[in-house]
């Protein structure tokens, strides 16, 4: 743990959609994290692993924020409950998927969050988006493997924080 667990901490979060109306999706998303700073743009993405399905659209979300992994976790899963987000089929499609990757610098093992995510490094539709927000945590990480078939779609869509629930 921190020496200051009540201080800002850098957190990153992915956001990830491959049912319906994916944009938006992803919008809905990035309104109920709390303390956004920047979004990275917007990639399509295949699917890795889990039944045939369409491609993603992926980015990831930066964060200053003191909320707790357990409160960032909460959040993520009431952006997916939001966006009717079916969880019966493990690695199946999903109209939003919300993943906490990092917070700050802190370590945590439990059944329920993993921190730092324990398959970010092996995923170029993290790593790629992450690099824009912040290359220095993904040196060494990106390869060229991991990141072919990482397609740009778009620029990061735009997020109204009072629209947030």
């Known amino acids: ?11 990153f979060v992915g956001l990830g959609s491959n049912l319906g109306d994916r944009w938006a ?5 990035l309104a109920w994290l709390p303390d956004l700073v920047a ?16 491609p993603y659209l992926n980015m990831v979300a930066e964060l200053c924020t003191e909320a707790t992994p357990a ?6 899963r009431a952006a ?3 966006a009717g987000r079916d969880r019966s089929e493990r690695w199946g499609p999903r109209t939003l998927d919300v993943d906490i990757l990092l917070v700050g610098d802190l370590r945590l093992s439990s059944p329920e969050l993993e921190v730092p995510h324990p398959r970010m490094w092996e995923r170029g539709f993290v790593l790629v988006p992450l690099a824009d ?24 869509p735009e997020v109204v924080p009072e629209g947030r629930p």
């Open 1 to 11: 743990m921190r020496a200051n667990p009540g201080a800002p901490r850098r957190a």
């Open 25 to 29: 999706y992803l919008t809905g998303g």
């Open 39 to 54: 979004t990275s743009p917007v990639y399509e993405t295949d699917p890795v692993g889990g039944p045939p399905q369409g």
């Open 71 to 76: 409160q960032l976790l909460a959040a993520a």
């Open 80 to 82: 997916e409950s939001a």
């Open 133 to 156: 927000l912040a290359p220095e945590l993904v040196a060494g990480h990106l390869t060229a493997d991991l990141g072919a078939g990482v397609e740009l779609f778009g620029q990061a």
